[in-house]
């Protein structure tokens, strides 16, 4: 192209700067239709990860009319193609977004690759999450060198698989937790630019359900043999955070859709009430001697009180400070859980009381909420957390049938008249 | 220009560390089978029921449990260095084992242990050992497979590994069958 050719001339003979160059190659690049280029990068992002794949596939066969000489040539192979990609795109077309993730994301693939290759002609021994840490560590760089948002997104979805296989378990290890919260804060600052540039982009998106999935996963490798009810605050403080942030965060942007804090918190801090209003859930917890053991040097105890103490300041910031409207009352959650947990290890009496009183309340509020919005979603949102809370209780009370029978029908009956009630009230808007 | 130098520079040092890790990786392998002391493991059959996974055949060795005193016994998961030593037939046996890194790892193997059974006051111990998997064609290992199952079902098994072990660590280098490579056993049949 004359302009590309004009581009590099100029830069050549200094009469505007690499930068400036960059700029003008980004503006004709943004004023292609953004569907065009979108699907032309997921196109070559994902043909990148057949053919990489493919080729560890065929040398994985592990060919054994070569000799090993031969056969550690071509584990380098792919691994080589990707630096002299990378290298090339440094050099030349680093203004190119295509060409960076393309060679990016080969280069990222083809390290695990090698060592997997190398492992395997020399039978080396060792586990899986030795690998994935080692493998995340030679690929980090390549996140800000380039950059690359797809190498970013594996970084997390490759740190949250090392989480899964090194945190959890029956031979998890001690230190994972922490290199797991080293690999978060690398991405960090990528995640952050991302959320300042391109808030509603593809790659931000999936980093806004990504990043508090991986959170929540990281948090359960502190999981220890003691002080198993402080976790359960601590869970709960988190989720009221996410929900709280994703609250905010969804008055102030159009993609509703990709709030991932809002859903996640929303959706984990119901699951914990619930399984918080099963009677058994006390015994459950009781079952642990060291409930709520309190030692300075606990990590669970020092992650409850971090994260209660973090809820609590969004808690008064976003509905006191900032007096935001309507108040929501899930983001008050973790303190009633804290306080459950608390009933659950002095008084011998039911904790569970609270959390079904809590739910029905919250069931009838959303409910209320929704006819006097007139919303079909929030009206059956409300029944149905009323609703479930029933199917619940008819697994652990000693209520007879005939009681849970009518339960049930009162239930029933209620969705069926606040939807056709609903139904009249359109119509005669309408 | 110091800017202008930082990202090759980074680069390169990138390049480098994605080459030295793997290298590094042949060098130790290659140090340990050239340098390192020779021990053979007899084979022990392993549950039938496990499936062949993939390109490896999985091995289980005679070796990989030790009686100790109950009150010394190490936990499943936990670290462990095991003296090996040979027996009268020429195979390797635990002679010892220390929860702490020896200071001179002459005939020591860092292994981990998977679980335990008590005996009365004494627990038998039960390890992993680093060198469980024998990477072989794809095509050939199901054979491979059938060979050693077969062979250690015979009354006179005589199937082990052959393994080197240098500083704390250990490579295995082939596995015999009555005393012949598998891989030559898998080229004439």
Redesign the interface.
């Known amino acids: 192209m004359a302009l590309e050719k004009d581009l590099d001339k100029m830069v050549e003979e200094g009469v505007i700067s690499f930068e400036t160059s960059r700029s003008i190659r980004n503006w004709y690049e943004q004023q292609q239709p953004s569907d065009n280029r979108r699907l032309t990068l997921l196109f070559g992002v994902l043909g990148v990860l057949l053919v990489v794949s493919g080729i560890m596939l065929v040398l994985?066969?592990?060919?054994?009319s070569f000799p090993l000489t031969v056969k550690?040539v071509w584990?380098?192979l792919p691994?080589v193609v990707g630096?002299v990609g990378?290298?090339y795109v440094?050099?030349k077309k680093r203004d190119k977004e295509w060409w960076r993730e393309i060679s990016a994301t080969w280069l990222a693939l083809s390290?695990g690759g090698?060592?997997a290759l190398?492992?395997?002609?020399?039978?080396?021994?060792?586990e899986l999450p030795d690998f994935l840490l080692?493998w995340l560590l030679?690929g980090a760089?390549?996140i800000y060198?380039l950059p690359s948002q797809v190498v970013a997104v594996l970084f997390l979805a490759g740190s949250v698989w090392y989480a899964t296989e090194a945190g959890y378990g029956?031979?998890s290890s001690l230190y994972a937790g922490y290199y797991f919260w080293g690999l978060l804060l690398w991405v960090l600052p990528f995640y952050r630019s991302l959320w300042v540039k391109k808030k509603d982009g593809f790659f931000a998106r999936l980093f806004h359900f990504g990043f508090p999935a991986a959170l929540l996963i990281g948090l359960g490798m502190h999981i220890g043999n003691s002080g198993y009810g402080w976790m359960w605050i601590a869970y709960a403080s988190l989720l009221s955070i996410f929900y709280m942030l994703g609250t905010f965060i969804k008055s102030h942007s159009d993609h509703k859709i990709s709030n991932g804090y809002y859903y996640s918190g929303m959706l984990g801090s119901l699951l914990l009430l619930f399984i918080g209003s099963f009677v058994d859930f006390r015994k459950e917890l009781l079952r642990e001697k060291s409930l709520l053991i309190i030692d300075g040097g606990q990590l669970a105890l020092v992650l409850a009180i971090i994260l209660s103490l973090l809820a609590l300041s969004g808690f008064i910031y976003l509905f006191g400070v900032k007096k935001f409207t309507p108040f929501k009352p899930l983001a008050f959650s973790f303190v009633l859980f804290a306080a459950m947990i608390w009933m659950a290890h002095l008084s011998n009496g039911s904790a569970a009381i609270p959390a079904n009183l809590y739910i029905l309340g919250l069931g009838v509020w959303v409910l209320v909420e929704g006819s006097r919005q007139k919303s079909f979603f929030r009206i059956n949102a409300g029944l149905g957390l009323i609703a479930i809370l029933a199917i619940c209780r008819f697994f652990d009370t000693e209520l007879s049938f005939v009681l849970r029978g009518l339960i049930f029908i009162t239930v029933g009956i209620g969705f069926a008249l606040a939807n056709y009630q609903m139904i009249q009230k359109k119509k005669t808007h309408a | 220009m110091l800017k202008k130098l930082l990202?090759?520079g980074?680069?390169l040092l990138?390049?480098a560390?994605?080459?030295a890790?793997?290298l590094d990786?042949?060098r130790s392998?290659n140090l340990i089978l050239t340098e390192g002391k020779p021990f053979r493991f007899k084979c022990a059959p392993i549950d039938p029921n496990d499936p062949f996974r993939g390109?490896?055949i999985t091995l289980s060795f005679e070796a990989e449990q030790y009686l100790m005193d109950s009150a010394l016994a190490p936990q499943?998961?936990e670290t462990v260095w095991l003296r090996m030593t040979t027996d009268s037939a020429g195979y390797a046996k635990i002679a010892s084992l220390t929860e702490n890194k020896p200071e001179n790892l002459g005939d020591y193997m860092e292994t981990?242990v998977s679980t335990y059974l008590m005996e009365g006051d004494s627990s038998l111990v039960f390890f992993t050992f680093?060198?469980?998997?024998?990477?072989?064609?794809?095509?050939?290992a199901p054979k491979a497979e059938a060979l050693y199952q077969e062979n250690l079902q015979g009354q006179n098994a005589t199937s082990y590994a052959l393994i080197y072990l240098l500083n704390g660590e250990?490579?295995?280098q082939e596995v015999y069958l009555d005393g012949k490579p598998l891989?030559e056993l898998l080229k004439n049949p």
């Open positions: 994985a066969h592990n060919w054994d550690t584990a380098f691994l630096q990378v290298g440094l050099l390290i090698c060592i190398i492992s395997q002609i020399y039978h080396l021994p060792g080692t030679l760089a390549l060198l029956y031979n | 990202i090759p980074i680069f990138l390049v560390a994605q080459w890790i793997p990786m042949i392998s390109k490896y499943p998961g981990e680093p060198f469980e998997r024998f990477y072989l064609e794809e095509t050939k250990a490579r295995i891989s």
